[in-house]
């Protein structure tokens, strides 16, 4: 079956906002204290809190304020990181992890408060989050996980059987549930366009279309720094933050043979009667399930269904946004046969980035500082890394647990930032998604 003709190849989020305008003719300062590369959550959280703290900071954006994935994804504020917790503790030991997961709690907190505080008006809603099993075998390990996250990180998640189920979700295939209700969701385009706002209001400077190309080490004024060239001329700065996540290109060769850009996409349908979308949503959760190749999903502030998924395992073109909206469509009314008559009004894409270990990761690489991998899991650690990044900068010792983790790139170095087992990896995540 074809999608609907009223489908566009656009982001809706973008119709729910204005952008706060920058002046596109004005030429880029000799000197800064920091250089920030990217204006996503990551780059405009940084911003924000060190020019807060007294530094001239710049923000270079090759596109325009939030561009990249910050304002393309779900709108999940999420508890957790990509792994499970069980994968985690065997890896990193019960004290890091335990550090992890507070560090994870406490970035809902984060952007609860950065928020409030510069009263971005963004659809900021503590509706938590549910996960739903696929499998059987799913969901008898989530009540095995929620007794580990309350002996080992005292945080409470909530099993929901089968049975009770339709209490969280109006859809009859899965076998159960976990709902966190600590989770938050918003509008992810009005909050990067607040954030971009609030950097501006502390007094950052923001460069949009201005493509970082080259960065050197240089001395300036008997100083040790960066000579930084860009689309739009040169600048000395005396650190550089690379904030540029799954779009991170040549110009940082370290960060970009260290992640693997992979695509999601979303479709989002028209607007839902009120008691179809109370149905299919009754506590209006943000949604995911528990398989490797995930789809996820909730109902937007004006009662659309957004339905994601990594439907192309290849980052948004015209090719896979196309195929990902039949896909996405496909599965959405797998889950909810009530939208088989909806319209599909939206499909868009945007690149995530993934480390190889699936871990986000933060510190110094090179001399230059970097927040990156958060595989999906962006919108709250995305914004947390922006700011911890910053009070390291401006001399602060925050704890940050996932700063020193090892961070490889591909076994063997057979990877040099052009991801050409990516059909592969999809079909590998298609095939455990059908034995695990
Ligand atoms: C479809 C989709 C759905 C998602 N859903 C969720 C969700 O529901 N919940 C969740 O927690 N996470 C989600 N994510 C992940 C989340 O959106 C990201 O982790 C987060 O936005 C990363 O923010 P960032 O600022 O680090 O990077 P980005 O927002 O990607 O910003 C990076 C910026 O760097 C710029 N840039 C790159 N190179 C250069 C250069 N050389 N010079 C200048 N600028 C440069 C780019 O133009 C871009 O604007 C989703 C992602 C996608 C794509």
């Known amino acids: 079956m074809t999608i ?9 989020w973008l119709t729910t906002v204005d952008f706060p305008q920058t002046d596109l003719a004005q030429s880029l300062p000799a000197r800064a204290d920091v250089a920030v590369i990217g204006a996503g959550f990551t780059g405009l959280s940084a911003a924000r809190m060190l020019a807060k703290r007294g530094a001239k900071v710049v923000v270079l954006e090759s596109s325009t304020i939030g561009w990249g994935a910050s304002s393309r994804n779900g709108g999940m504020v999420l508890t957790g990181m990509k792994l499970g917790v069980n994968k985690l503790i065997s890896r990193f030991g019960r004290d890091l992890t335990r550090r992890m997961y507070a560090a994870s709690l406490a970035t809902i907190d984060c952007v609860e408060q950065i928020i409030g505080e510069e009263k971005i008006d963004c659809d900021f809603s503590r509706c938590g989050h549910l996960e739903v099993a696929c499998k059987q075998k799913h969901f008898d390990d989530y009540a095995r996980q929620a ?37 938050a969701g918003l509008n992810p385009e009005r909050y990067v366009a607040g954030l971009g706002r609030a950097a501006m209001n502390a007094g950052a400077a923001i460069f949009e279309r201005t493509q970082v190309q080259r960065i050197e080490r240089a001395s300036n004024q008997g100083e040790q720094g960066w000579s930084i060239t860009t689309a739009r ?15 991170t290109g040549k110009a940082t060769p370290a960060l970009r043979k260290r992640l693997i850009p992979i695509g999601s996409f979303i479709i989002a349908t028209e607007i839902l009667p009120e008691p179809l979308a109370r149905e299919l949503s009754p506590r209006n959760r943000m949604i995911y399930d528990s398989k490797n190749y995930l789809y996820y999903y909730r109902l937007t502030p004006d009662r659309r269904m957004l339905f994601g998924g990594r439907a ?54 090179d001399g230059m500082y970097y927040a990156v991998g ?6 709250a650690m995305a914004t947390y890394q922006g700011q911890k990044i910053a009070e390291l900068m401006s001399g602060d010792k925050p704890d940050n647990p996932f700063i020193g983790i090892k961070f490889s790139g591909a076994p063997l170095g057979l990877y040099n930032g052009k991801p050409w087992f990516l059909p592969f990896a999809g079909a590998w995540y298609k095939f455990l998604d059908w034995v695990s």
């Open 312 to 365: 192309a395992f290849f980052p948004e073109n015209d090719q896979t946004i196309r195929r990902s909206a039949e896909i996405l469509r496909r599965g959405m009314i797998d889950v909810y046969p009530q939208l088989r008559d909806t319209k599909v009004e939206y499909v868009w894409g945007g690149t995530l980035d993934f480390a190889f270990d699936i871990m986000p990761h933060a510190g110094l690489l």
């Open 147 to 183: 007794e580990v996250i309350a002996r080992e990180f005292n945080h409470q998640l909530r099993v929901v059987q089968k049975n009770e189920l339709s209490a969280e979700i109006g859809s009859t295939i899965y076998h159960g549930g976990m709902v966190d209700e600590v989770s």
């Open 233 to 247: 001329g040169s600048l000395w700065a005396r650190e550089v933050f690379a904030a540029t996540s799954g779009y």
């Open 374 to 379: 958060y595989a999906g899991h962006g919108v």
């Open 4 to 12: 609907e003709m009223s489908l566009q190849e656009k982001n809706y």
